[in-house]
């Protein structure tokens, strides 16, 4: 039975996870890491995707975007997977696949969810045991946000921008968010959503989307288990664990 398309709509943000083949490394340098920024960059801008936040593990990626247009997101991770994969099999002496075959993903509501998924993709480090500050981790977003680094690859959402009328205001705004732990049950709902291909949301935001989708776009109430292994860091690459 084939899949059902991949929950994608235009101006509306998408939270998307990018596995290792067969949670095997992704990045064995810091060359690897910048050479996927820059093709990131490019890819995106070229199929007309926003980028919001990202977090770069060793064998798994974190995007927050939001496409221009329906099928942009897969358009752009096809892209500069081609490129990136060539390129590191070249420098690495490497042949075969490097990702997983098919990228998860979850629409994501602006109003609710939007700031906590943010979070979590620049938290995933701390839960891995990488590091204990999200400000020590080079490669996420989150210095553009809390630290006024800027990062060219990002184009703020106006969810962050709402935060305060000046930058200054927007950073310490942002900052103060770290200052609360996500809780268990909204980590459980945003892994499982990316998981299982679905939204997430307010009850308003879930039937919109239906409507326009016309199809479920929630998790079935009598799901399976909640699955952390996309939180995986170099940690539990080698240990095994998951967080």
Sequence with gaps: MPRPPRLELPGVPLHVIQR??????????DI??????????????????????????TNHVHILMTPGERG????????????YV??????HGRTGTLWEGRFKSSLIDSESYFLTCHRYIELNPVRAGVTVDPDAYQWSSYKHYAAGKIDRLITEHATFLSLGT?????????????????????LAQIRDAANAG???????????????????????????????????GPAAA?????F
Excluded: W
């Design 20 to 29: 290792g083949n067969n949670r095997g490394a992704c990045f064995f340098s």
């Design 32 to 57: 690897d890491r910048r050479l996927y920024l820059k093709t990131l960059a490019e890819s995106a801008s070229r199929v007309g995707c926003a980028i919001h936040a990202y977090v770069l593990m």
């Design 72 to 83: 942009a997101a897969g358009a752009m991770l096809q892209e500069m997977g081609r490129r």
């Design 86 to 91: 060539r390129v590191i099999n070249t420098l």
């Design 166 to 186: 000046n930058c200054l205001d927007r950073q310490a705004a942002y900052r103060a968010l770290f200052a609360h732990e996500i809780d268990q049950r909204t």
């Design 198 to 232: 679905c939204a997430l949301g307010s009850e308003s935001f879930l039937d919109s989307l239906k409507d326009k989708i016309g199809r479920c776009v929630r998790l079935p109430k009598q799901g399976r288990p909640p699955k952390s292994g996309e939180d995986e």
């Design 238 to 242: 080698v240990s095994g664990k998951l």
